[in-house]
């Protein structure tokens, strides 16, 4: 089992930044991916950002590359992600994915396996 918590999540107004952390349980975090994804409301749950669980690949959404960076910290079993310039469309509930079973593919919702409780980010206009 694979308890995950966010936190840092807050309002900030346009062009802010915010770093979001997710703290892991588990001896095995470092060989887990790890993601985050968002959701706005009425939205569907969309991806934002993927680490392989060396830390040496990470993918980004369209939408936030240049803005966001993921990251990670094997000895503290915790990812984060920086967040500057934010825009008002990244107002959302943000969560952080564990993906426990090497999937090829983890910018999708779909392979990870174990979901945090969500940290609101707001930005205002």
């Known amino acids: 089992q694979v308890q995950l918590v966010e936190s840092g999540g807050g309002l900030v107004q346009a062009g802010g930044s915010l770093r979001l952390s997710c703290a892991a349980s588990?001896?095995?975090?470092?060989?887990?991916?790890m993601g985050w994804f968002r959701q706005a409301p009425g939205k569907e749950r969309e991806f934002v950002a993927a680490?392989?669980?060396?830390?040496?690949?990470?993918y980004y959404a369209d939408s936030v590359k240049g803005r966001f960076t993921i990251s990670r910290d094997n000895a503290k079993n915790t990812v984060y992600l920086q967040m500057n310039s934010l825009k008002p469309e990244d107002t959302a509930v943000y969560y952080c994915?564990?993906?426990?079973?090497?999937?090829?593919?983890?910018?999708?919702?779909?392979?990870?396996?174990?979901w945090g409780q969500g940290t609101q980010v707001t930005v205002s206009s």
């Open positions: 588990g001896r095995t975090f470092s060989r887990y991916a």
């Open positions: 994915a564990a993906d426990v079973h090497m999937a090829l593919v983890i910018t999708t919702p779909r392979p990870y396996d174990y």
């Open positions: 680490i392989r669980w060396s830390g040496g690949t990470t």
